[in-house]
């Protein structure tokens, strides 16, 4: 049985696109609609293409509807498995299906760093037409440079800190007083940074911060309180 590289293999599938994949579409637009934040996205051919380059014969990927308009889509890479939802919205009827779908596939995949690099975009204005609701240019910004040569400034102590062995316990228990099974609470902590974790005494605050959030908002679905682990 082969071992998984899972912080070098999530450093491969977090690598952004290349440029000629990168498309751009309207987001929110200025009061009197005449320019829109430009976000850029890929198509999930592109998203399909990493994980066969990255992971060949070792991904799948499961659909399931979910009421009317929505769609739950599991991702597993090697014996991992991370799932997101994806909704037709607007869509045009014909394509509804189709559309929610693409959504919750991409949305599956930045739980393992495949495709967040468009999240960290700067937000650029565009002319545009409300007409068409398209664009009428795109920004001249490349948001394609490589993660592993991207310029930093140092990291900062919420991302080098660890938590130690009594926090970890404290943050086991307010998981479980979350409803959040025990044997569980890696897999809930991997899904709520998107990254693969196997121990909480060596988690970094960043990454502490990202999971308590996520069990506070399982939590209240419960209407459980919790305390904050000190």
């Given at each position: 049985?082969?071992?998984?590289?899972?912080?070098?293999?999530?450093?491969?599938?977090?690598?952004?696109?290349?440029?000629?994949?990168?498309?751009?579409?309207?987001?929110?637009?200025?009061?009197?609609?005449?320019?829109?934040?430009?976000?850029?996205?890929?198509?999930?051919?592109?998203?399909?293409?990493?994980?066969?380059?990255?992971?060949?014969?070792?991904?799948?990927?499961?659909?399931?509807p979910w009421?009317?308009?929505?769609?739950?889509?599991?991702?597993?890479?090697?014996?991992?498995?991370?799932?997101?939802?994806?909704?037709?919205?607007?869509?045009?009827?014909?394509?509804?299906?189709t559309s929610?779908?693409?959504?919750?596939?991409?949305?599956?995949?930045?739980?393992?760093?495949?495709?967040?690099?468009?999240?960290?975009?700067?937000?650029?204005?565009?002319?545009?037409?409300?007409?068409?609701?398209?664009?009428?240019?795109?920004?001249?910004?490349?948001?394609?440079?490589?993660?592993?040569?991207?310029?930093?400034?140092?990291?900062?102590?919420?991302?080098?800190i660890a938590?130690?062995?009594?926090?970890?316990?404290?943050?086991?228990?307010?998981?479980?007083?979350?409803?959040?099974?025990?044997?569980?609470?890696?897999?809930?902590?991997?899904?709520?940074?998107?990254?693969?974790?196997?121990?909480?005494?060596?988690?970094?605050?960043?990454?502490?911060?990202?999971?308590?959030?996520?069990?506070?908002?399982?939590?209240?679905?419960?209407?459980?309180?919790?305390?904050?682990?000190?």
């Amino acid at each position: 049985m082969n071992i998984v590289d899972w912080h070098d293999l999530i450093a491969q599938l977090s690598e952004p696109f290349p440029a000629d994949q990168i498309k751009w579409r309207a987001g929110a637009t200025n009061r009197d609609k005449t320019k829109a934040i430009a976000l850029p996205y890929a198509e999930a051919r592109a998203y399909e293409d990493r994980l066969n380059t990255t992971c060949p014969g070792n991904w799948h990927v499961d659909f399931q509807p979910w009421g009317d308009n929505r769609i739950i889509c599991r991702l597993t890479i090697h014996n991992l498995t991370r799932s997101s939802t994806g909704e037709a919205g607007d869509a045009n009827p014909d394509i509804a299906g189709t559309s929610a779908e693409a959504q919750a596939f991409k949305r599956a995949c930045s739980k393992y760093g495949l495709g967040r690099f468009l999240y960290d975009a700067p937000t650029n204005w565009v002319a545009y037409d409300p007409k068409t609701k398209r664009l009428l240019n795109t920004p001249s910004v490349n948001i394609t440079a490589p993660v592993a040569t991207a310029v930093k400034t140092g990291p900062n102590r919420s991302e080098t800190i660890a938590l130690g062995k009594e926090r970890a316990v404290a943050m086991h228990r307010e998981l479980a007083r979350a409803g959040v099974p025990r044997s569980t609470h890696y897999a809930f902590a991997s899904e709520a940074t998107g990254k693969f974790i196997s121990c909480f005494a060596t988690l970094n605050e960043q990454d502490a911060a990202i999971i308590w959030a996520a069990a506070k908002q399982s939590a209240s679905s419960q209407n459980v309180a919790l305390a904050t682990p000190a």
